[in-house]
């Protein structure tokens, strides 16, 4: 995505390709499931700067949403700041989908694979609650 620019989202404004393709994705959804490493105690740029692409569209307006983080520390940071960027932007985050994953290096192996019991069992619980409680219907 190009890097956001409120000019070229405003009324009669043609959206940059990718930005058109990523809302068009999303609007054909029930729920959204953002993963994310926390960086320096928030969300990382590339995300936020996704997100700020759907803060004028009808997209994300009671989009049910859960949320993944792992951190390296046990802070709750990204989380934290994710919920507040969707509660403004009205989506629906689902707090029984809301996973944080602290010490995260030491759960999941080289290949990216969960290899925690305990995170693997959570995260399973938490894309069931996402799907169970995360109709738009």
Do not use: C, Q
């Not at 403004?88 to 290949?111: L, W």
């Amino acid at each position: 995505l190009p890097h956001f620019n409120p000019d070229l989202d405003g009324e009669g404004a043609t959206l940059p390709p990718p930005v058109a393709k990523l809302r068009a994705a999303l609007a054909g959804t029930d729920a959204l499931l953002i993963s994310t490493p926390e960086y320096a105690h928030g969300i990382p740029g590339v995300l936020k700067n996704a997100l700020d692409w759907l803060v004028s569209g009808p997209e994300m307006v009671d989009r049910p949403v859960g949320l993944f983080s792992g951190s390296a520390t046990d802070g709750n940071f990204a989380t934290t700041a994710l919920i507040e960027v969707l509660r403004t932007m009205s989506a629906k985050v689902i707090p029984e989908a809301i996973i944080a994953i602290p010490g995260v290096r030491t759960k999941i192996n080289a290949n990216g694979e969960v290899t925690d019991p305990a995170t693997f069992a959570a995260i399973a619980k938490g894309l069931k609650n996402l799907r169970k409680t995360g109709s738009r219907k």
